[in-house]
């Protein structure tokens, strides 16, 4: 079975461009989880979806980026007018269901670089 | 989710065990504990993880103490490739998100 699969690996963007970051989440999997992960920081939360919908965006910044998970194709983390304090890797995460006991399994990640 | 405490680094030599500590003294009764690595600039992995008995997997064995306020993860044959940061989560029930603390960095000496 494949894994959760990030793409691109690496990105490289200008101060405000648009990064665009992809995830396809383990087969079978409906529930995604987008992580960002600053320079020499440990891991944080950014947003929760399942198909069509967003369940928590607690940890998302309030303004230029935004989240999707449509009934067709993989999820997307949209960053509008990116800042170079946006430089960082970002982890998504599929589970097969929602609650404690249903493991988050981690893609390798997009490491965004802003220039 | 109860708050976890975790040495910042451990040192264990190649081919022996390697014992990774967890405090999680504030964990209520339907919170689990899970354990994940990352190795360096990849994705975090999985592990293990448990809610009162011990847990064993191709990986790892998980003990937690019958009060459940500790656990430790046994990696029984460190290699190399275990290097990596080491991060023991508290989750519960309704909780979708993983908190991430610091974490301990172990490293394996040849």
């Known amino acids: 079975n494949a894994g959760v699969m990030q793409n691109p690996r690496h990105l490289v963007r200008r101060r405000g461009q648009e990064a665009r970051l992809r995830c396809s989440p383990m087969?079978?999997?409906?529930?995604v989880y987008w992580y960002r992960q600053l320079p020499e920081e440990g891991l944080k939360f950014m947003v929760y979806?399942?198909?069509?919908?967003?369940?928590?965006e607690s940890g998302m910044p309030k303004e230029r980026f935004s989240a999707e998970f449509p009934k067709e194709g993989p999820s997307i983390l949209r960053i509008q007018q990116v800042v170079r304090g946006d430089s960082a890797a970002y982890f998504c995460a599929s589970s097969l269901g929602q609650g404690a006991e249903n493991i988050q399994y981690f893609g390798a990640g997009t490491r965004l670089s802003v220039l | 989710d109860a708050k976890t405490t975790q040495p910042p680094s451990m040192d264990c030599a190649e081919g022996r065990a390697a014992n990774l500590p967890c405090n999680h003294s504030?964990?209520?009764?339907?919170?689990?504990v899970y354990w994940y690595r990352q190795i360096h600039s990849q994705g975090p992995q999985y592990i293990i993880h448990g809610l009162k008995n011990n847990e064993t997997n191709e990986m790892a064995s998980l003990i937690i103490t019958e009060d459940r306020k500790y656990s430790t993860l046994i990696l029984p044959h460190a290699t190399l490739r275990d290097t990596a940061v080491y991060y023991c989560i508290v989750r519960g029930q309704g909780a979708q998100k993983l908190v991430f603390g610091q974490g301990t960095r172990l490293t394996i000496n040849p």
């Open positions: 979806l399942q198909k069509e919908n967003i369940i928590d």
């Open positions: 087969k079978g999997h409906s529930h």
């Open positions: 504030t964990i209520s009764g339907n919170e689990y």
